[in-house]
């Protein structure tokens, strides 16, 4: 080492690119200095003896809710749920109101996140038939995500169902395009489907032909394009098993809840509360979405974080809004799948950091490596933790997750070099910044 590190981390069992390494690493001016052993040099030191130290979790869907929708969440209390689960960088989507779809609606978001956001950020632009022809220039803007597009509708009013709009979206701009992949003709044609009351329904309505539908007709429409894509919330294993067959130009993410959710059992017990889109889907669903997993077939893990109030959920079916909270607990259920063999650390580090980097050309996160942002989420493998409402900072408190008890406890969230949180205890302020891409260059 060249220069002395501000801190250094010791002791720690330190998840690099060479695997699992009991060794210390060391840090100055927010990136990472040093790897080896025995790298004090009269810095603050943190000792992490017992503790594992995984490459910074990067949830790349989130719904903060901001602006217009403050009452469910907004920007601070969001990004708070996320350090405190160990979250070090979100992708936060368009569908606020009002929608995020202009340079001046970007441009309005970060200055609200500036010393607001927790964690480090990046805003999706939502498409439009509309902002089509804009989109090239739109997803340059420096801390933007990049292009959501919605085929089928949720919460709020973005929405493109139909071929030629999409084909436009897709011919404006280079970026991977995140895609929601729901049919919306065949909803629309199914909302007799729905039982009032009865939210074990949402599923049949929101069926799987509606997701294979969309899923078939993004792809046909990205390959002549010649236009990434990535396919959000992947509900299906057969729509795992298409995109499979077409990873040249196709990317893909799960949810923990679809991966531990199962509606035989979700929908007696939580009501509307397990209601989202796409819908929690029956427990062969969820072991086929597993199955494929194994496969390798999922690039990266998100927590669709989409608060609403008790009060919003708790109306009757299908007045009832979809979406679930998730970026807090978003680890700690990952975390708990590991310890029971479902999957190893390995896999999972690869969907929550070095994955969504290579996915989305993110610059200087992703892994632990010298060089790289000093971004660490550390976690105790032996503990044990219980989801508790009083541990949740959602602003919409509750969680369907609420009373588990689970193997591995998250106990700090360092961004940057800064320790954000520390068991349980948050920094005196926030220092989220926004996130750098590969392609997201001033326009000129």
């Not at 999706?124 to 089928?152: H, Q, S």
């Not at 919330?233 to 098993?241: I, N, R, S, W, Y």
């Not at 970026?327 to 994955?355: C, E």
């Not at 949180?421 to 750098?436: I, S, V």
């Amino acid at each position: 080492m060249n220069a002395a590190p501000d801190l250094v981390l010791a002791n720690g069992t330190v998840h690099t690119p060479n695997g699992a390494e009991r060794i210390d690493v060391a840090l100055r001016e927010g990136r990472i200095l040093a790897l080896g052993s025995s790298l004090l040099s009269g810095a603050r030191r943190i000792d992490c003896t017992g503790l594992d130290l995984l490459p910074g979790v990067i949830d790349s869907q989130v719904h903060f809710r901001e602006p217009g929708l403050e009452h469910k969440e907004d920007l601070e209390s969001g990004s708070r749920a996320a350090v405190m689960g160990g979250v070090t960088a979100v992708f936060e989507m368009p569908n606020t109101h009002p929608n995020t779809d202009t340079a001046d609606r970007v441009a309005d978001k970060l200055v609200r996140a500036d010393r607001r956001m927790w964690c480090d950020h990046a805003f999706y632009v939502g498409a439009t038939a509309e902002n089509a022809a804009d989109l090239a220039e739109l997803e340059r803007i420096p801390g933007t995500a990049g292009v959501k597009i919605f085929m089928g509708a949720s919460t709020g009013s973005l929405l493109v169902a139909e071929d030629e709009p999409l084909a436009r979206v897709l011919a404006s701009g280079v970026r991977r395009v995140a895609i929601h992949a729901e049919d919306e003709p065949r909803m629309q044609a199914r909302r007799d489907q729905r039982i009032a009351g009865d939210p074990s329904s949402h599923p049949v309505w929101r069926d799987d032909e509606s997701a294979m539908l969309a899923t078939r007709r993004i792809l046909r429409l990205a390959r002549a394009a010649r236009r990434p894509i990535h396919i959000l919330h992947v509900t299906t294993p057969a729509e795992l098993e298409l995109i499979a067959r077409n990873r040249d130009i196709a990317s893909c993410e799960v949810t923990p809840q679809h991966l531990t959710l199962a509606g035989e059992d979700a929908y007696p017990r939580l009501g509307s509360f397990a209601q989202m889109n796409p819908p929690i889907r029956s427990a062969a669903h969820r072991d086929g979405l597993w199955h494929w997993l194994r496969q390798g077939v999922p690039d990266v893990l998100g927590s669709d974080h989409a608060p609403h109030t008790r009060e919003e959920k708790a109306k009757p079916y299908p007045d009832s809004p979809s979406g679930m909270p998730g970026v807090q607990t978003l680890l700690p259920l990952m975390l708990d799948h590991v310890a029971k063999g479902h999957l190893s650390l390995a896999r999972l580090i690869d969907l929550t950091s070095a994955g969504v980097q290579r996915i989305f050309g993110l610059q200087a996160k992703g892994r632990i490596a010298v060089g790289y942002d000093a971004d660490f989420t550390v976690v105790d493998r032996k503990g044990r933790f219980t989801i508790t409402e009083d541990w949740l900072e959602s602003r919409c408190g509750w969680s369907p997750f609420t009373g588990m008890e689970l193997s591995g406890r998250v106990v700090g969230t360092i961004i940057r070099g800064q320790q954000v949180m520390w068991e349980g205890q948050l920094a005196n302020e926030a220092c989220g910044k926004p996130l750098t891409f590969a392609l997201a260059l001033p326009a000129g």
